[in-house]
Nanobody, 123 residues
Framework: QVHLVESGGGSVQAGGSLRLSCEASGYIYSGYCLGWFRQAPGKEREGVASIASYGNPKYADSVKGRFTIVKDRAKSTLYLEMSSLKPEDTALYFC?????????????????WGQGTQVTVSS
């Protein structure tokens, strides 16, 4: 069982930056497919970024070049570094994990989910 807790959300102006953190109760640096998702009011949840146990990060087209998914071995923490934020990035952001050593697409069957952290970007 993996327990995930997100933090780092907040309110920023367009063009600003935030770094989201996802702390895990267990060791998730290797052996897990990890991802960040978001859900805006009235919209379906969408995949933002994912990273396999061996690396190879993947990003939604809407965030490529602006967001970076990073995992910290020592802290067993997953990060989402967000820059050049836009109002359309406003959403509740979740981290997720699946025990896997293979490929880690955004469509992976993530089993473990955090409660989310709110990001609000104003114009």
């Amino acid at each position: 069982q993996v327990h995930l807790v997100e933090s780092g959300g907040g309110s920023v102006q367009a063009g600003g930056s935030l770094r989201l953190s996802c702390e895990a109760s267990g060791y998730i640096y290797s052996g897990y497919c990890l991802g960040w998702f978001r859900q805006a009011p009235g919209k379906e949840r969408e995949g933002v970024a994912s990273i396999a146990s061996y690396g190879n990060p993947k990003y939604a087209d809407s965030v490529k070049g602006r967001f970076t998914i990073v995992k910290d071995r020592a802290k067993s923490t997953l990060y989402l570094e967000m820059s050049s934020l836009k109002p359309e990035d406003t959403a509740l952001y979740f981290c997720a994990a699946e025990k896997s050593i293979g490929a880690c697409p955004l469509s992976a069957n993530f089993v473990y989910w955090g409660q989310g952290t709110q990001v609000t970007v104003s114009s």
